[in-house]
């Protein structure tokens, strides 16, 4: 079961468990004490009186919020400190409550409340520093299921001790709980201080009018408020029936055993159906339904009630109450916060929640003291409960236009641009989509029409859309519906061979011959005015055998090889539609023209034929930026053949460099499980410096896209070495150079100062290496802004981060790793480099013999030059052995160097 929650690491072991049995711990002790509380006090007073305690918790829990707001640092000895202080005030109590007073009972109600409220919110700060927020969707799940199983066993402990025990005793059995509860933050949990942030205003009614402005200014806000509202009024009237019922059916003394036994069997169905229902419910439906279950059921509950009256019926409404509330409920209320910006979700979150919740505990606690005196009271509030449910359910479904309102904002910005990330959405949610089909605006409705092609959704599209006065958005819809299979179009479609637009009655004969052929309209059209009409038209023959296969080879390699763009475009989309082996020739000469428009309509019809014959045409359109996504998904589509080539590609260092560089993503694109392993081979054997950092790149993608990528960590763990030995040689290099330039400042010339540049820029780049590499190593661990936080001007952020890294790094890492980063002056950074730590030119003239063993081309033409302009004499062998290169930028130094020396 903890795997399907989380994947707990060695290092992360001790602080979860010991979270999760803190929780669980307070949570048991909050069963047993709410059983005992609510014993004691229905044994002794009337249902009607629940009312003024629920405002009290109300009021103290909404104080309590917002005086906490400006309480400062929440720390582990605060928590066991209230933990304490829960045991005494409990005690406390067990002595008071033996009077039976009014007083007494009614404080130990609020307590309870109050307690809930204290000591949960202070666990959860604590554990909210404990953990990162990586580590925090990996284990709160894990460590929340300690809140349900709490509950359950102190529901089973606290019915089984007061089928034994006087109600009253169950106060100190909650009390042992909080102790031994308490001893594990104090021997197990870490101490953690928080880290800094912006402090809050300190006047908390400014806070509470700046979010209320928020909210009410927003409908959709709005909308989730009266929710929260709603909800919690709802369930607490179903709270106060359902203990009327118990209270006045059941004699004292068995208080305690039928609530402890009804709260076990509520918490073991609310956890059913949070591993069973709730996941389920939230894939299948729309966020509109998902948010009226729970108040549909209520509703037949309280008719139910309404027109039997009774403990059974009581008990079915608490049943619905009990199971779904902290499963269904709560997680749909939670995915309405999701598409909301993160500023604006962490700004009114808390305020919607406790004002919800514990404004609505009020309302409906006023509601319950207008009816006390009446003699039907439960029946008057059944009848309330049926009018909420009923307006609950109309704003869920209400909200659902605001919900959709987030995601075609998105829809509204990308325009052409389609192929953003969606947020996932319901076939409803798809569907009312349809509205932007209707838009004056080309981008929206081709983004609508991309958006349900993507979504297996095209037949809802209504073929009258072939009726749009824009040829592009005609044309793109007959795409659509073309890949989709549809047929029911094709009345509306021949209408359109007679469209004035050239482009759409090329587009009508392709889809025609693809969906209804006829060798008619073909020859009708083989003789258009249109270059794109007759290619078309010439495509459709050719694949229906309407004319010699020879002379139908001649006249499209013709038009391939020496036609207008027009044409050679329209011969490709043609193919697009009528995809065959046979056009393979034809695709290959139109992918040797240096037509963009030309070549991506050849892509689109590569795509279809899926040849390994156009491979490496494929692979030369990869340097250009604007195919090379059309390119790529050619090439992942040809499947094992591509990859074969790919790889081959990669080890072959006479390739094209500008075709190598982009081979490492487009090999990640394949699966996972073939591309990792075929990356990791060629990221430890290759020597060409920028193509191993494509394949850096490529591997962190891969691993970010897909939770299942095997890494070889030792092989890795060698890879990040090797780059810190570089990191510390370049260090090493500055630190010589600096050195030399205080020794003559001679030296200091505009030359050196570009060598200095460069050696740095490089050593940044090593960095770069090291934490992507380490990202792969650790991919739960939040890499990218510790790298961030260590190039931090902020001294208290780079802190914060360099203990982040020192949790995971290897032992012999951790010194060497900070050092790249620290302050000091190089010499020193360089001397605490460890292992890893080569020693450095003795001298100058070492240190520039050292720069023209370098492969890079730049570093030894800017080290020539340098040598040349100080007349370092003794350097002259070894430049009159340095290499040729092809663009000539070295010999050409070289040359002019030389003379310099001999002179």
């Not at 794109?532 to 309407?546: C, E, P, Y």
């Not at 002259?876 to 040359?895: N, T, Y």
Request: proline residues 4%; contains cysteine.
């Amino acid at each position: 079961m903890i795997k399907s929650f989380a994947e707990i690491r060695p290092h992360e072991r001790r602080a979860v468990f010991s979270a999760f049995f803190t929780l669980f711990g307070i949570l048991c002790a909050h069963a047993v004490l709410e059983t005992a509380r609510d014993t004691l006090f229905l044994s002794s007073l009337p249902a009607s009186q629940l009312a003024w305690v629920y405002l009290g918790v109300a009021f103290v829990s909404i104080l309590l919020f917002f005086l906490q707001n400006d309480a400062g640092k929440t720390q582990k000895r605060a928590l066991v400190s209230w933990l304490l202080a829960s045991i005494a005030i409990t005690v406390a109590f067990w002595f008071s409550t033996a009077s039976g007073k009014f007083v007494a009972l009614f404080g130990l109600y609020v307590w309870t409340g109050v307690f809930a409220t204290l000591v949960v919110v202070r666990f959860w700060t604590l554990v909210g520093d404990m953990f990162s927020l990586s580590q925090a969707k990996r284990l709160f799940s894990l460590i929340g299921v300690g809140s349900v199983l709490g509950a359950m066993v102190g529901s089973a402990l606290a019915g089984f001790l007061a089928s034994r025990l006087e109600a009253r005793h169950l106060l100190l059995a909650s009390s042992g709980i909080l102790f031994l509860t308490a001893l594990i933050p104090v021997a197990f949990l870490p101490k953690v201080t928080a880290p800094a942030t912006i402090a809050p205003s300190r006047d908390p009614g400014k806070r509470l009018a700046d979010s209320l402005r928020v909210i009410w200014g927003d409908g959709y806000l709005t909308r989730v408020q009266g929710i929260l509202l709603i909800s919690t009024i709802a369930v607490t009237l179903v709270d106060f029936i359902f203990k009327s019922y118990v209270s006045a059916n059941f004699e004292p003394a068995q208080l305690g055993q039928v609530f402890g036994i009804t709260y076990f069997a509520l918490n073991i169905l609310s956890l059913m159906a949070q591993i069973f229902l709730v996941s389920w419910l939230v894939r299948s439906f729309g966020v509109d339904r998902v948010l009226s279950v729970f108040p549909a059921l209520l509703l037949g509950g309280a008719v139910f009630l309404l027109l039997s009256g009774g403990l059974v019926a009581s008990f079915l409404l608490k049943l619905f109450d009990g199971g779904l509330r902290h499963s269904l409920q709560r997680t749909a209320t939670e995915v309405l916060y999701v598409p909301l910006a993160t500023e604006v979700r962490s700004r009114v979150k808390g305020v919607i929640d406790v004002l919800g919740q514990r404004g609505g505990q009020a309302l409906a606690s006023g509601l319950i003291l207008a009816t006390a005196t009446l003699s039907n009271s439960e029946t008057i509030l059944a009848a309330v409960l049926i009018i909420l449910c009923g307006i609950w359910i109309a704003i869920a479904f209400d909200i659902k236009k605001f919900y959709l309102a987030l995601f075609r904002s998105t829809l509204n910005e990308v325009s052409f641009r389609t192929r953003l990330e969606f947020p996932e959405m319901d076939l409803a949610s798809l569907e009312s989509l349809m509205a932007s089909l209707n838009s004056p605006v080309d981008g929206e409705v081709l983004a609508a029409l991309d958006l349900l092609a993507d979504q297996d959704r095209a037949h809802v599209i209504p073929a009258l859309i072939l009726y749009h006065p824009s040829s592009v958005v005609v044309a793109k819809a007959l795409e659509v519906f073309t890949k989709a299979g549809r047929s029911d179009f094709v009345p509306i479609t021949h209408r359109l061979t007679e469209h004035e637009d050239p482009e759409i009655r090329a587009a009508t004969i392709r889809t025609l011959g693809w969906v209804a052929p006829d060798v008619a309209l073909y020859e009708r059209f083989q003789n258009d005015l249109s270059p794109k009409v007759r290619a078309s038209a010439l495509i459709g023959l050719i694949s229906h055998g309407a004319i010699p296969a020879e002379e139908g080879d001649t006249r499209l390699l013709t038009l391939a090889g020496g036609g207008t763009v027009d044409e050679k475009v329209a011969v490709a989309q043609a193919i697009r539609f009528s995809p065959g082996a046979r056009f393979e020739g034809v695709l290959l000469v139109l992918a040797t023209s240096k037509d963009e428009p030309v070549l991506q309509a050849v892509l689109n019809a590569m795509k279809e034929i899926r040849s390994p014959a156009f491979i490496p045409s494929l692979m030369e359109m990869l340097p250009n930026r604007r195919l090379r996504r059309s390119a790529r998904e050619c090439l992942v589509s040809i499947g094992v053949e591509s990859l074969d080539q790919l790889q081959e590609g990669l080890a072959n260092p006479h390739l094209n460099r500008k075709i190598r560089l982009q081979l490492p993503r487009t090999v990640s694109l394949f699966s996972p499980r073939i591309a990792a392993p075929i990356l990791q081979e060629n990221l430890v054997s290759l020597e060409d410096g920028a193509v191993r950092y494509r394949i850096i790149r490529a591997l962190v993608r891969l691993q970010e896209e897909n939770d299942d990528v095997e890494i070889d960590r030792a092989a890795i763990q060698r890879i990040v070495d090797s780059n810190l030995r570089t990191a510390f040689n370049l260090l090493g290099w500055q630190a010589t150079l600096e050195e030399g330039g205080r020794e003559d400042p001679k030296r200091n010339t505009e030359v050196q100062e570009l060598i200095r540049d460069l050696l740095h820029h490089k050593e940044v780049q090593a960095r770069e290496r090291i934490f992507d590499l380490l990202g792969l190593i650790y991919p739960g661990e939040d890499v990218k802004n510790i790298f961030r936080g260590l190039n931090s001007a902020n001294r208290k952020v780079r802190d914060s981060s360099a203990e982040l890294l020192e949790n995971f790094l290897e032992p012999h890492q951790r010194g060497p790793m900070l050092a790249l980063f620290d302050d000091l002056p190089l010499a020193e950074r360089h001397l605490r480099g460890g292992g890893y730590n080569r020693p450095r030119p003795r001298n100058y003239e070492d240190l520039m013999r050292a720069l023209l063993e370098r492969r890079g081309v730049g570093i030894r033409a800017l080290v020539v030059f340098h040598v040349g302009e100080l007349k370092l004499r003794n350097l002259r062998g070894a430049i009159e052995q340095l290499p040729s290169d092809l663009a000539g930028l070295v010999s050409q130094e070289v040359d002019r160097t030389l003379k310099l020396l001999r002179n």
